[in-house]
């Protein structure tokens, strides 16, 4: 079994810091990608950044510039560190990872749990 747990949400002002973590665990053979997503209310789930087992990244346009995603591949483990934030980056964010377990022979998605990231004005 895989799980991935996320910590690190919470309640920021405009303009304020948070830090993401999320740790993968259980039966992993091989991550290719890790990353997250956001949801907001009412919206379908989307990319904020993704970053590969070789150190590439894939930004969302609105993640540019203020979040920058970090990968520890020997443990599993990627963060974000989101500056600058602003009320609308306020939503739920999943961290995920496509992963191969030792029990599968294909890469599947993962997901954890969420967190929720509320900016206030």
């Known amino acids: 079994q895989v799980q991935l747990v996320e910590s690190g949400g919470g309640l920021v002002q405009v303009g304020g810091s948070l830090r993401l973590s999320c740790a993968a665990s259980g039966n992993i053979f091989f991550i290719n990608v890790m990353g997250w997503y956001c949801q907001a209310p009412g919206k379908q789930r989307e990319l904020v950044v993704e970053i590969t087992s070789r150190g590439s990244t894939t930004y969302a346009d609105s993640a540019k510039g203020r979040f920058t995603i970090s990968r520890d591949n020997g443990k599993n483990t990627v963060a974000l560190q989101m500056n600058s934030l602003k009320p609308e980056d306020t939503c739920v964010y999943y961290c995920?990872?496509?992963?191969?377990?030792?029990?599968?022979?294909?890469?599947?998605?993962?997901w954890g749990q969420g967190t929720q990231v509320t900016v206030s004005s």
């Open positions: 995920y990872a496509k992963l191969q377990s030792y029990s599968d022979y294909v890469i599947r998605p993962y």
